[in-house]
């Protein structure tokens, strides 16, 4: 069998989720000889159109960005959304969220009460644009239209989820393509994980956390270093929403804020139901 | 033909004409376009173009709550989380009045020491060194030389897992909350983080003769191209300032206090960069290793110390070139410091106490010298601790103009050499400043139009 020939692409991230894949120090050596990188940007000089799977990092922001992922999935055979801004959108999402103050100094920035409808969000995004580049805002170097994940433009393949994509997943995936099968992922809360690991429920601590309703695989690093589940790997396949709502609420969190938790890594779930994308 | 200092735009060089548009420059972290056309010996256009996709984070700031800023923050780059993370708690601390044990501040130095190395270690042995070797990348240098990249896979690797040990994950940092941690590594992890670090030492001398040996293989006018600018980095009067201090400038040798940056960091924009571009002095300052051994070079310790000897680094330098010999010194700086700061915590022991936070209305500024130079994150909060403003200068940002204003240096200088040349040689100086562009918007492609 051909060695598969890998590219590496970055859209609007932290290209974290690309060092994740350096990060692999004590396997990299080993998965080379097995592969041919052809594109990646961020460690080598090769450019290529000729390739078979495009890990594809980052969300999708503007018109010019639709265009080049079109042509990767036009060129590959398999395409992955490779972290968290590709899977959901992931922090970048957060921008169609930002509805304007309702009164000067107050906290209710970016806390609509139900997602904002497609002509609001693009009202947020603009918003966006003017904070940051105050009244030359409009430039077109500054175009930005509201995030989407790379599934919202492509078919996507397969997904590694997190923020960043756990490096677990991304060898169990490139082990996988390697033996021509499917890569098989946690689909189950972090919750079981997190009782597995025998860790403290944050609750219990007088914390909250969103590993009722997050997607496992990532070994849950936050809640066994004493933090919570920010929900960084999108929901779990038919989340029990309902139940996460009452138990945020019981600890005394007002809807604002449950709704702040959830948007920081899964707006995209709000804006899917209300926008059927 | 020859040039011996500044050059102005619409110099004529005789008989040149360049089109160099190189697009996305590689090896860098982030989108950035070089682009020069020169038309019978005019220079028509010269630019630094950042091109990464802006994400806006100084609004996406607004509404958040305060145990969220530092999440958030680091989520700005994932080359420097650490940096972003450490500097977000320190302007939140700053804003809620909190301060640190010297045990938590000992933590904070170490997980600082690790990022500093990984990130070094990244830069020059996987991004600059194949240039030595006119190499596409790390994984051609591996057949030729697997030793030594070996060897900087274990020096990379050694950053990270003191990272993933005092903050929970280096990328991206999950431990650090104002005042304090949200939990501290066992003293078995302790040993065991000890015992690979101690037994690094063969590694780092290894890494020092390599990185030495292969500066004489890049091209001369490169390592020798020298432009007279101003460093701004951040000083201590107690160490080495890397986590904390005040603002230094060697144009004019005054220290300005942190929270009043914005007297001498003036940001601009430029219609060809989604990137904010920063100037104080001049058109330009740098920012990063050099700037910070331009100004603080007494304080490092004896073995950076010895390194800069052998290496004949003696500041102030004005070569930009010599960026990566400053990273190369720190790198032996930064481990000597974190293998004495772990031998020190485990010897007098730690224990982990959950920091009580009461948020409060107010200011706070935190700055930290990211690996590639100055970083601030300055944030404003009500009452609830939800944050009502964000301001963040990030050291690619504030190394732009720098980087074009070399590009008007040395591009005279090497006009009548080849196109590629010309556009290779373009790609090393920007390498040189370790661009981290998706934090600066917010760079790389070279493109000779």
């Not at chain 2, 993370?85 to 938590?104: H, I, K, N, Y």
């Not at chain 2, 944050?387 to 074009?404: D, K, R």
Request: glycine share 6%.
């Amino acid at each position: 069998m051909a060695k598969p020939r890998l590219a590496f692409f970055s859209f609007a991230s932290c290209e974290g989720c690309q060092l994740q894949f350096l990060n692999l120090e004590d396997e990299i050596l080993d998965i080379v000889p097995h592969v041919d990188i052809v594109e990646f940007r961020e460690a080598i000089d090769n450019h290529s159109d000729n390739y078979d799977v495009a890990f594809v990092e980052g969300s999708i922001t503007r018109p010019a960005d639709e265009t080049k992922l079109r042509h990767i999935r036009d060129n590959a055979k398999v395409l992955i959304a490779f972290g968290a801004c590709a899977t959901t959108g992931g922090v970048n999402r957060l921008k169609n969220f930002l509805a304007p103050e309702r009164q000067e100094k107050t906290s209710t920035v970016q806390n609509p009460q139900s997602a904002p409808s497609q002509a609001q969000i693009i009202e947020y995004v603009d918003r966006a644009r003017k904070i940051v580049y105050g009244d030359q805002w409009n430039l077109p170097v500054f175009d930005s239209y509201p995030t989407r994940a790379v599934g919202d433009v492509v078919k996507v393949n397969y997904k590694l989820e997190g923020c960043p994509a756990s490096k677990k997943e991304i060898l169990e995936l490139v082990k996988a393509l390697l033996q021509g099968r499917a890569p098989r992922f946690a689909r189950y809360p972090v919750c079981v994980d997190c009782k597995l690991a025998e860790n403290v429920c944050l609750f219990h601590k007088g914390q909250f956390c969103l590993g009722v309703v997050t997607r496992a695989g990532c070994d849950q690093p936050c809640p066994s270093f004493g933090n919570r589940c920010i929900g960084c790997r999108g929901l779990v396949d038919d989340p029990n929403k309902n139940a996460a709502w009452d138990i945020l609420t019981e600890f005394g969190l007002k809807p604002e804020d449950i709704l702040r938790e959830f948007r920081l890594f899964q707006a995209y779930a709000e804006e899917a139901q209300t926008m059927k994308i | 033909m020859t040039n011996d200092g500044m050059t102005e735009f619409g110099e004529t060089y005789p008989m040149s004409t360049v089109n160099i548009h190189v697009h996305e420059v590689t090896r860098v972290e982030g989108h950035g376009d070089i682009v020069l056309n020169v038309k019978d010996g005019t220079i028509e256009e010269l630019k630094w173009a950042v091109t990464e996709a802006p994400r806006f984070f100084e609004a996406l700031f607004r509404g958040r709550h305060w145990t969220d800023a530092s999440l958030l923050a680091s989520r700005i780059c994932g080359i420097c989380a650490v940096a972003h993370a450490s500097t977000s708690v320190r302007a939140t601390e700053e804003a809620f009045g909190l301060t640190l044990s010297d045990q938590d501040f000992a933590f904070r130095t170490l997980n600082y020491h690790g990022e500093m190395l990984e990130s070094h270690v990244l830069h020059l042995m996987f991004l600059v060194a194949p240039d030595a070797f006119s190499a596409p990348s790390v994984l051609t240098v591996a057949a030729s030389h697997p030793e030594a990249v070996k060897m900087a896979l274990r020096l990379k690797k050694m950053g990270n897992l003191i990272s993933d040990a005092v903050c929970g994950r280096k990328l991206h940092p999950i431990g650090m909350i104002p005042g304090g941690f949200t939990a501290l590594p066992s003293p078995k992890k302790m040993r065991e983080v000890k015992a690979y670090v101690d037994a690094r030492e063969s590694d780092i001398k290894m890494m020092v003769d390599i990185v030495a040996s292969v500066v004489p293989l890049f091209p001369e006018y490169l390592v020798a191209f020298e432009r007279e600018t101003e460093f701004i980095s951040l000083t201590h009067p107690d160490e080495f300032a890397l986590y904390r201090g005040d603002i230094k400038s060697t144009d004019t040798q005054k220290v300005t206090d942190h929270r009043q940056y914005k007297d001498i960091i003036k940001e601009r924009i430029v219609p060809y960069s989604t990137s904010k571009w920063t100037s104080s002095q001049r058109s330009s300052y740098a920012v990063g290793s050099l700037a910070r051994l331009n100004n603080n070079f007494d304080q490092l310790n004896a073995e950076g110390k010895a390194v800069a000897a052998a290496v004949g680094f003696k500041p102030v330098i004005h070569k930009p070139f010599f960026n990566n010999v400053a990273q190369l010194i720190e790198t032996v700086h930064c481990y000597y410091e974190a293998k004495r700061l772990i031998d020190r915590l485990l010897d007098t022991g730690w224990k982990h106490e959950m920091p009580q936070v009461k948020p409060r209305a107010g200011r706070g500024v935190g700055v930290c010298e990211a690996p590639r130079g100055l970083l601030i994150h300055d944030y404003t909060y009500d009452d609830n601790g939800i944050l009502l403003e964000a301001n963040c200068i990030v050291p690619t940002t504030e190394n732009h103009g720098s980087i074009e204003d070399d590009f008007r240096g040395l591009v005279p200088q090497i006009i009548n050499k080849p196109q590629p040349e010309i556009a290779h040689a373009l790609e090393m100086l920007v390498r040189t400043y370790d661009p981290c562009i998706s934090c600066s918007v917010h760079a790389i492609k070279v493109r000779f139009v």
